[in-house]
């Protein structure tokens, strides 16, 4: 029995990415059951699967249901421990754990106001200050890791892990909505913009499913930064 991922819609879903990435990562292929957001209730159809309510979840090979994004990759990690989802240097690791920890946790107010929408890209965007200070704290600890491991490589802790993938999604929200930011943090968002993985990612996001008008905001748009 392979893994089994299931997922929510790829364009606005941005614990599904974390999950799928996760296995990208690995390079393991799981079979994807995508839970359609327009059809009914994402616990409803989870059912088969239960306690799992909510996307992203795993199934395990030998039937272990999962489903939490951090307990999936601290999970995947202990069972594929050379794939390299968290660095072996164990300083680099537990900064790792604190950054994916804070963000799993953390930073209600900009995932409250920026879902992410990788179908959409806004200009002029008009954000609350509780936004705004999720924004500066979200940048002060990504310039500490960069600070510690830029000379390891562009990701938060030089090599791409766990961490980088938590806040993937942070990313697209950060130039989906227009945010300024520091040359640090906007030169991590670009690596994650340019990133195969995540453009493979946006590129199902573009061609499955519907555009959904709750996702809307009320402010002019963009191009998609990097797109043509």
Known sequence: MDYELFIGDYAYSSWSLRGWLLFRKLDIAPKICLVDFHKAKVADQLAD???ARTVPAMRTPEGTVIWDSLAMAEELHSRHPDGGLWPTDPAARGLGRALAAEMHSGFTALRGECPMNLRTAYCDVTLSDATH???ARIETIWTHA???YADKGPW????YSIADIAFAPVAARFAGYDVTLSDVAQHYVETHLSDPWFQEW???G????ET?????KP???KPWPGSV
Do not use: K, V
């Open 146 to 148: 960069r600070r510690l």
């Open 202 to 204: 946006r590129d199902m």
């Open 49 to 51: 699967i239960a306690p």
């Open 133 to 135: 200070s999720d924004i």
């Open 212 to 216: 959904l008008t709750r996702y809307a």
């Open 219 to 221: 402010f002019d748009t």
């Open 206 to 209: 573009l061609r499955i499913g």
């Open 156 to 159: 938060l802790l030089g090599e």
